[in-house]
């Protein structure tokens, strides 16, 4: 399946926009990571247990918008997008949603 960000598909015609394909995760924080994360800033640099944890739930919830666009018989999704929102305290949502087209053949 192709994914791009962009509203078209470059040698490619859109044939049929079948609606949105989207995936999520919600991950929170773990105890152990936020001792390393507190060490981590008192010194400074990046908080590479965060970084990790943010790039695995990317991942997840890119894996599920494919998922989706493949359950609604998609060719490609255009227009992808990648948003974060706090859930609660320690908790994020990663939301990565596009179109679900249809090509022309």
Known sequence: MLVVTTETVAGHEIETALGVARGNVIRAKHIGTDILAGLRNLVGGEVSEYTKLMAEAREQAYDR???NG?????DAIVGVRFTTSMVTQGAAEILAYGTAVK???
Not at 70 to 74: E, K, L, P, Q, T
């Open 70 to 74: 493949r359950d609604m018989g998609a």
């Open 103 to 105: 090509l022309r053949r």
């Open 65 to 67: 918008m494919l998922a």
